[in-house]
């Protein structure tokens, strides 16, 4: 049973460009996070997101950033016009159908960098 | 706004020794709180998840308080050894299934 997948694990974007990064859920997980964790800061928030629905995106900046989680597929953190500010490692976790209250289990991340 | 912090920073011991890891949070309406293990490039492994309305929670040599109406949680590590080597965060859960994390102990386990 693997578990949450994320890739790729390092992208390099030049100012401007576009950062498409995908998590694919453990086996049986239909609920998705995404965290951000900037230099020497710690884990923040980001979006929760069941099948095709965002239900909690409070932690998303207003502008560039988008999340989806399909019917089929893997989850998408999309973020348009990147810029330096953006380097940071972005980490996807899942969890099963009856919601919280149990671990989540985190993928290795993908670690975006802006040059 | 919930705010979790983490003392100390960073944590450096001879192996064998049982060292305890704090973590302190502002706002004591929890779901649960998780203590995870981050090695360097990795992901977050889960430790252990206390529920609000539990005390304290082990596995094999780590063991986890949490009081909550302090708003305080311990990670006990027994008989350290390097391999424990690594970033250790705590997190609680509040509204909406977030977590809230704190910035981590950074932990090196000296042979």
């Known amino acids: 049973n693997a578990g949450v997948m994320q890739n790729p694990r390092h992208l390099v974007r030049r100012r401007g460009q576009e950062a498409r990064l995908r998590c694919s859920p453990m086996?049986?997980?239909?609920?998705v996070y995404w965290y951000r964790q900037l230099p020497e800061e710690g884990l923040k928030f980001m979006v929760y997101?069941?099948?095709?629905?965002?239900?909690?995106e409070s932690g998303m900046p207003k502008e560039r950033f988008s999340a989806e989680f399909p019917k089929e597929g893997p989850s998408i953190l999309r973020i348009q016009q990147v810029v330096r500010g953006d380097s940071a490692a972005y980490f996807c976790?899942?969890?099963?159908?009856?919601?919280?209250?149990?671990?989540?289990?985190f993928g290795s991340g993908t670690q975006l960098s802006v040059l | 706004k919930q705010e979790v912090t983490q003392i100390p920073a960073a944590l450096s011991v001879p192996e064998g020794e049982n060292l305890v890891l704090n973590c302190s949070f502002t706002?004591?309406?929890?779901?649960?709180l998780q203590w995870f293990r981050q090695d360097p490039g990795k992901g977050l492994t889960s430790l252990l998840l206390i529920q609000s309305s539990q005390r304290e929670q082990t596995s094999g040599r780590l063991n986890a308080s949490l009081d909550k109406s302090s708003g305080r949680s311990t990670l006990y590590i027994a008989a350290s050894q390097p391999g424990d080597s690594a970033t250790y965060l705590c997190?609680?859960?509040?509204?909406?299934?977030?977590?809230?994390f704190g910035e981590g102990t950074q932990l090196t386990v000296n042979p």
């Open positions: 997101l069941q099948k095709e629905n965002i239900i909690d």
């Open positions: 976790a899942s969890s099963p159908p009856d919601g919280g209250r149990e671990k989540l289990f």
């Open positions: 706002d004591s309406a929890i779901y649960n």
């Open positions: 086996k049986g997980h239909s609920h």
């Open positions: 997190a609680v859960e509040t509204s909406g299934s977030r977590l809230t």
